[in-house]
């Protein structure tokens, strides 16, 4: 198991990675270093806050869930 700290860490070191990625392949593509910062960081945004709608909507559906049933004392 893995504390919280240590998994919002690796989350950000991917979103840092992948966001340098994104920015290098653009930058490499067009030569322009402006329009990489600009695509690389509108990509980081986006992607962020796709994936924390992605996650509210998931918290709506069912399936797979399994409650842990209530034992009585």
Do not use: C, N, Q
């Not at 504390?3 to 067009?30: C, N, P």
């Not at 322009?32 to 996650?55: M, N, Q, R």
């Not at 509210?56 to 797979?64: M, Q, T």
């Amino acid at each position: 198991m893995e504390s919280h700290l240590r998994s919002v860490m690796k989350g950000l070191s991917w979103r840092v990675l992948a966001t340098v990625v994104t920015t290098v392949v653009v930058f490499f593509y067009t030569g322009e270093f402006t329009l990489a910062v600009l695509v690389g960081s509108t990509d980081a945004v986006t992607k962020i806050l796709l994936y924390w709608g992605h996650e509210r909507v998931w918290l709506k559906v069912r399936w797979g869930r399994v409650i842990p049933s209530v034992s009585s004392p």
